[in-house]
């Protein structure tokens, strides 16, 4: 069984950073996929950042150059570190892992940007 467990939200003003954790417990493998989604109220949850195995690093087109996604294989800890934030980043964030076909999803931290 897989847990993720998120933190580092909260609310911060436009141009400012914030990082977000997702400890994973259970047995994770190096070749799970773990990321980042967000959903805003009234839209869907689209994938943010994720690695996958072998490193390779996908961003979503509106986060390239401001978000930056980590992993700590020893600690089981996926990380965003979230730049030059926007109010248009304002969503609940998701740790997610994907092993197969099967998603395990955090609880959700929210990040809210003001203007």
């Known amino acids: 069984q897989v847990q993720l467990v998120e933190s580092g939200g909260g609310l911060v003003q436009a141009g400012g950073s914030l990082r977000l954790s997702c400890v994973a417990s259970?047995?994770?493998?190096?070749?799970?996929?773990m990321g980042w989604y967000r959903q805003a109220p009234g839209n869907e949850r689209d994938l943010v950042a994720n690695?996958?195995?072998?490193?390779?690093?996908t961003y979503a087109e509106s986060v390239k150059g401001r978000f930056t996604i980590s992993r700590d294989n020893v600690k089981n800890t996926v990380y965003l570190q979230m730049d030059s934030l926007k109010p248009e980043d304002t969503a609940v964030y998701y740790c997610?892992?994907?092993?197969?076909?099967?998603?395990?999803w955090g609880q959700g931290t929210q990040v809210t940007v003001s203007s």
């Open positions: 997610y892992l994907l092993r197969g076909s099967r998603n395990y």
């Open positions: 690695i996958v195995s072998g490193g390779r690093i």
């Open positions: 259970g047995i994770i493998f190096s070749f799970d996929t």
